[in-house]
C-alpha cells in the first residue's frame, strides 16, 4: 500500500461547512487507507466555530489549523493572506513531512505554489471544484474584464498547469480548464471526483422517524413536504423555487416546505416577499449530522440552479443527499454532469423556469410522485448507491493520491 501525508488547504467563509459536512468523511476513508490528512483552513469565522471545527476534525483523525484572514479591504486583504499563507503551508510541510499538498480552489493554490518553490519534492494535487471566479462574475456582478477577476484565472491557470493532479466536479469542467491552461496541458492528469455521501447516515427513513420529525416541525403525517437543503442567493432561484411550491399548494393545499440553510435570515427575508406561503414554510439551520434526519420526512428534493456558464463546473452536493434519503429531485438541466447522473426514473429536470415548465413540475409531483412514493424511494436509493456514494469519492482522491506519491 502506497501511504502520504497530505496537507489539505482550504479557504472557507462561517457560514459554510463543506469541510466539516464533505471533506472530513472523505478523509476518514483515506486514513482507512494509511493516509494520514492534515488541514490548514483559512478563515475569518470566529473563535467559537473554530474550536468546533477543530474538535471534529480531530474526532476524524486529522491535525487542525486556522489561518486568520483579513476582511478589510476585502480583495486585497484576501490576496494579502493568500500571499503571506505560504509561511503557514510550508510551515505544515515541514511540520507533518508532508508527501502531498491539496489546496481547494485557487487562493489555497496560490499560498501552495509559493510554497512550493522552496519544496519542489512535495506533490500538488489542486482540487479545483467549480469555476468560482466565474460565479462570481454569473452572480456577484464582477465584470469578466476586471483585474481581481483576470489576476484569480492566472493564479488558477497557473496551479492547474503546476499540479501533478487535478480534480474537477464534471467533465465539462476539464475542457474549460485545459483551454486556459495552455498548450502543453494534459488530459491525463485531470479526475472527475464526485460528492460522496455517507449511504449509512443518508438513507430512507423509518416511518416512526419521519413521524417524530413531522411532529417536531408541527407538520400531519399525510401532508406532502417539500426540501431543500443548501446556500441562499441568487444562484439557486429561490424565487422560482417558491413559485413552485405555491403551485404545488394549489394542488395541495396541506403541502409544506422545509428549508435548511446556513443562512436562515437570508432565507426569512426570501420566504417574507411571498406573504401566502410564510406560514407554510419552516426555516431550520441544523448541523451536517441532522440534515439526514430532516430529509427523511420529506418527498421530494429541490435542486434548482440558474443555469449559467460557471454552472458546467458543479456537483450540487444536495442531489446525492436527497436520492440516498430516497426521495426524488426537481432539477435543472445543463448543471454540471446532473443529466448523467440523475436519470428520468427519479427526478425531473427543467429546461426552463418558466410558469408553463414549473407548472408541469408541479403536476408531476402531485400526480406521479405522490401517488407512487414507495416506488420513488427504492428507485431513488439505488441512483444514489450507484452515482453518489462515499466509496467512490474515496477511491478516486485515494487514486489521486497514490498516482502522485508513486510518481514521485
Given at each position: 500500500m502506497i501511504s502520504a501525508n497530505v496537507l489539505f488547504v482550504t479557504w472557507d467563509g462561517p457560514q459554510v461547512s463543506y469541510l466539516e459536512s464533505l471533506y472530513l468523511p472523505v478523509f476518514k476513508g483515506l486514513a482507512q487507507r494509511g493516509h494520514a490528512l492534515h488541514i490548514l483552513q483559512f478563515t475569518w469565522g470566529d473563535k467559537l466555530q473554530r474550536a468546533g471545527i477543530k474538535a471534529a476534525c480531530e474526532t476524524a483523525g486529522c491535525s487542525y489549523r486556522s489561518v486568520p484572514i483579513l476582511r478589510r479591504p476585502v480583495a486585497v486583504g484576501s490576496l494579502i493572506t493568500a500571499l503571506f499563507g505560504s509561511s503557514h503551508v510550508r510551515r505544515e510541510i515541514a511540520q507533518h513531512n508532508i508527501d502531498i499538498v491539496m489546496p481547494r480552489s485557487t487562493l489555497p493554490a496560490?499560498?501552495?505554489?509559493?510554497?512550493?518553490?522552496?519544496?519542489?519534492?512535495?506533490?500538488?494535487?489542486?482540487?479545483?471544484?467549480?469555476?468560482?471566479?466565474?460565479?462570481?462574475?454569473?452572480?456577484?456582478?464582477?465584470?469578466?474584464?476586471?483585474?481581481?477577476?483576470?489576476?484569480?484565472?492566472?493564479?488558477?491557470?497557473?496551479?492547474?498547469r503546476r499540479a501533478d493532479r487535478v480534480l474537477t466536479r464534471s467533465k465539462k469542467a476539464i475542457d474549460i480548464l485545459i483551454a486556459r491552461a495552455g498548450a502543453g496541458t494534459s488530459a491525463g492528469k485531470f479526475?472527475?471526483?464526485?460528492?460522496?455521501?455517507?449511504?449509512?447516515?443518508?438513507?430512507?427513513?423509518?416511518?416512526?422517524?419521519?413521524?417524530?420529525?413531522?411532529?417536531?416541525?408541527?407538520?400531519?403525517?399525510?401532508?406532502?413536504?417539500?426540501?431543500?437543503?443548501?446556500?441562499?442567493?441568487?444562484?439557486?432561484?429561490?424565487?422560482?423555487?417558491?413559485?413552485?411550491?405555491?403551485?404545488?399548494?394549489?394542488?395541495?393545499?396541506?403541502?409544506?416546505?422545509?428549508?435548511?440553510?446556513?443562512?436562515?435570515?437570508?432565507?426569512?427575508?426570501?420566504?417574507?416577499?411571498?406573504?401566502?406561503?410564510?406560514?407554510?414554510?419552516?426555516?431550520?439551520?441544523?448541523?451536517?449530522?441532522?440534515?439526514?434526519?430532516?430529509?427523511?420526512?420529506?418527498?421530494?428534493?429541490?435542486?434548482?440552479?440558474?443555469?449559467?456558464?460557471?454552472?458546467?463546473?458543479?456537483?450540487?452536493?444536495?442531489?446525492?443527499?436527497?436520492?440516498?434519503?430516497?426521495?426524488?429531485?426537481?432539477?435543472?438541466?445543463?448543471?454540471?454532469?446532473?443529466?448523467?447522473?440523475?436519470?428520468?426514473?427519479?427526478?425531473?429536470?427543467?429546461?426552463?423556469?418558466?410558469?408553463?415548465?414549473?407548472?408541469?413540475?408541479?403536476?408531476?409531483?402531485?400526480?406521479?410522485?405522490?401517488?407512487?412514493?414507495?416506488?420513488?424511494k427504492k428507485r431513488c436509493r439505488n441512483v444514489g448507491l450507484r452515482n453518489f456514494g462515499l466509496a467512490a469519492t474515496v477511491d478516486a482522491y485515494a487514486n489521486a493520491i497514490e498516482t502522485i506519491k508513486s510518481g514521485r
Amino acid at each position: 500500500m502506497i501511504s502520504a501525508n497530505v496537507l489539505f488547504v482550504t479557504w472557507d467563509g462561517p457560514q459554510v461547512s463543506y469541510l466539516e459536512s464533505l471533506y472530513l468523511p472523505v478523509f476518514k476513508g483515506l486514513a482507512q487507507r494509511g493516509h494520514a490528512l492534515h488541514i490548514l483552513q483559512f478563515t475569518w469565522g470566529d473563535k467559537l466555530q473554530r474550536a468546533g471545527i477543530k474538535a471534529a476534525c480531530e474526532t476524524a483523525g486529522c491535525s487542525y489549523r486556522s489561518v486568520p484572514i483579513l476582511r478589510r479591504p476585502v480583495a486585497v486583504g484576501s490576496l494579502i493572506t493568500a500571499l503571506f499563507g505560504s509561511s503557514h503551508v510550508r510551515r505544515e510541510i515541514a511540520q507533518h513531512n508532508i508527501d502531498i499538498v491539496m489546496p481547494r480552489s485557487t487562493l489555497p493554490a496560490l499560498a501552495t505554489t509559493l510554497a512550493l518553490r522552496r519544496n519542489p519534492e512535495v506533490g500538488l494535487l489542486f482540487d479545483a471544484d467549480g469555476l468560482p471566479h466565474d460565479e462570481r462574475v454569473d452572480f456577484d456582478s464582477w465584470s469578466a474584464q476586471g483585474l481581481a477577476y483576470r489576476l484569480l484565472r492566472d493564479m488558477e491557470a497557473s496551479a492547474v498547469r503546476r499540479a501533478d493532479r487535478v480534480l474537477t466536479r464534471s467533465k465539462k469542467a476539464i475542457d474549460i480548464l485545459i483551454a486556459r491552461a495552455g498548450a502543453g496541458t494534459s488530459a491525463g492528469k485531470f479526475q472527475v471526483v464526485g460528492n460522496g455521501r455517507d449511504t449509512n447516515k443518508f438513507k430512507p427513513a423509518l416511518e416512526i422517524q419521519r413521524t417524530a420529525v413531522r411532529s417536531e416541525l408541527g407538520i400531519d403525517d399525510s401532508a406532502p413536504v417539500l426540501a431543500y437543503a443548501g446556500s441562499m442567493g441568487d444562484q439557486y432561484c429561490v424565487p422560482e423555487m417558491l413559485e413552485f411550491f405555491r403551485l404545488v399548494r394549489s394542488r395541495r393545499d396541506d403541502a409544506q416546505l422545509l428549508l435548511l440553510t446556513g443562512s436562515p435570515d437570508e432565507a426569512e427575508r426570501s420566504v417574507n416577499g411571498f406573504v401566502d406561503l410564510r406560514s407554510h414554510c419552516h426555516i431550520r439551520r441544523v448541523s451536517p449530522d441532522d440534515v439526514p434526519r430532516y430529509l427523511g420526512a420529506c418527498d421530494l428534493g429541490l435542486a434548482l440552479r440558474r443555469p449559467s456558464f460557471s454552472m458546467q463546473a458543479v456537483a450540487p452536493i444536495k442531489l446525492g443527499e436527497y436520492l440516498l434519503c430516497g426521495i426524488p429531485v426537481l432539477t435543472t438541466r445543463t448543471i454540471g454532469d446532473t443529466n448523467e447522473l440523475v436519470p428520468d426514473e427519479v427526478g425531473h429536470s427543467l429546461d426552463t423556469m418558466s410558469p408553463e415548465a414549473l407548472e408541469a413540475a408541479a403536476d408531476w409531483f402531485v400526480r406521479v410522485v405522490l401517488p407512487n412514493s414507495e416506488v420513488f424511494k427504492k428507485r431513488c436509493r439505488n441512483v444514489g448507491l450507484r452515482n453518489f456514494g462515499l466509496a467512490a469519492t474515496v477511491d478516486a482522491y485515494a487514486n489521486a493520491i497514490e498516482t502522485i506519491k508513486s510518481g514521485r
